[in-house]
């Protein structure tokens, strides 16, 4: 295992070094990107007869647990570490929208996105039941703070659209994952969803998350405003992380969910209450580096992930629709709330359609995907997860910067000038 670690924490500083030093895309985007180029050259070599390289590649990936990883791994430290520098003032501003996107807007897309697909694969003669749909809908519905945060800043969003956006990523993924856990667990259990059960499952997962992220948080933030030694109060925050998503875990409460309160929590209260200036440098940058370094270990895996994924090109015929309907259903959820509370909130000019389009899609949807258990639908969806996910974040991940300089007055903004980040 300290191998594979070795050897994957190895490629991604080279390819990060790579993009940095010539290709100069957004530093996760830059090396998602060597990452595919890199796996259609293997592909391209098995076909002319070099298999060896492409098995033993195939081999060392097979080895990685990317659900597990990602999910049981890596999401507690990205999601803590995002919510650590949201100013929760900003942020209460847009409460009641941010809620019902990461609420309600996840079931509505759920259904409409899940009907949409079960109707597609019908066409297409692709076998997946309607409850399967829903489970897609659930995987891909979530907008993922992890490629959304890097990318927003660095395509120069105001403040008041990063804010939203962020705020909107950091709980729908939470909560997505939770409805995502419901619709698996009843359709590869053959058992039937009723909306009481459903309720009661959702509140104990998202509540129980939300009140065990607040007790968690306090503790820490208790222990660090007794002290001023910033090493064994970034020592804190790192435990507050590794030992509260365990204990979600073992609680079966929403992790997800916990991390982004906690981080909340002590990016706010502590910062201002419990961090003495050097203190909080030291935390400040302990965690984006922590960021930092697992986006791009991130972004590489997504990239090599293209040799483990099976491919038919019927699967295409299915996606490219879906990708329409997914920012239709997108737009759709931004737009009539917003249109709604344009009385009590002054939202600025275009922030539908830059709302809409960084909405990307990214690991989050991947790992939920390659954790379903083996049936004849699990290749379909997690193919065309792959597709919506790289359509997500090479297309609308390299262009957000652009519609954000058209959309902005004073903000002249292009994918170009990001590649600087």
Request: charged share 15%.
């Amino acid at each position: 295992m300290l191998n594979i670690a070795a050897l994957f924490i190895t490629i991604t500083a080279l390819f990060s070094w790579f993009n940095y030093r010539f290709v100069r895309l957004p530093a996760t985007i830059g090396v998602m990107v060597i990452a595919l180029v890199m796996s259609l050259a293997l592909i391209a070599l098995d076909h002319l007869g070099f298999t060896y390289v492409t098995d033993l590649t195939e081999q060392w990936l097979g080895s990685i647990n990317f659900n597990a990883l990602l999910m049981d791994g890596m999401l507690s430290f990205l999601l803590f570490a995002g919510a650590l520098h949201v100013d929760i003032d900003k942020l209460r501003r847009y409460r009641y929208s941010i809620g019902f996107l990461a609420s309600v807007g996840v079931v509505v897309s759920t259904l409409a996105i899940g009907s949409a697909a079960w109707w597609l694969f019908n066409t297409f003669n692709i076998e997946v039941p309607y409850l399967y749909c829903l489970v897609f809908g659930a995987l891909i519905s979530p907008t993922d703070p992890i490629a959304v945060l890097g990318i927003m800043q660095s395509a120069g969003a105001p403040e008041d659209m990063e804010i939203k956006i962020v705020g909107e990523s950091l709980f729908n993924d939470g909560v997505a994952v939770v409805v995502f856990t419901l619709l698996a667990g009843a359709a590869t259990a053959g058992e039937q969803l009723t909306a009481t059960h459903s309720l009661m499952l959702f509140g104990e997962e998202a509540g129980g998350g939300l009140l065990l992220g607040l007790i968690v948080g306090y503790i820490a933030y208790q222990m660090m405003k007794s002290i001023d030694q910033y090493q064994v109060e970034v020592l804190i925050s790192l435990a507050l992380v590794l030992g509260g998503y365990a204990l979600a875990t073992w609680l079966e409460v929403s992790g997800p969910i916990a991390m982004v309160i906690a981080g909340l929590f002590i990016g706010n209260r502590g910062r201002e209450h419990a961090m003495s200036e050097n203190t909080r440098r030291y935390v400040d940058g302990f965690w984006e580096l922590i960021d930092e370094i697992l986006n791009a270990v991130l972004f590489v895996l997504i990239g090599l992930e293209l040799l483990l994924i099976p491919f038919e090109s019927s699967y295409l015929l299915v996606a490219g629709p879906l990708i329409l309907i997914i920012l239709a259903v997108r737009l759709t959820t931004i737009g009539l709330p917003m249109m709604a509370m344009r009385r009590w909130v002054d939202y600025r000019r275009g922030t539908t359609r830059v709302l809409t389009w960084g909405g990307l899609r990214g690991g989050i949807s991947v790992a939920l995907a390659l954790g379903l258990p083996e049936s004849e639908y699990r290749e379909p969806i997690v193919m065309i997860t792959y597709i919506i996910v790289l359509f997500s974040i090479l297309v609308q991940g390299l262009t957000i910067g652009k519609l954000v300089g058209h959309v902005v007055p004073g903000i002249d903004k292009s994918s170009s000038e990001s590649t600087h980040h």
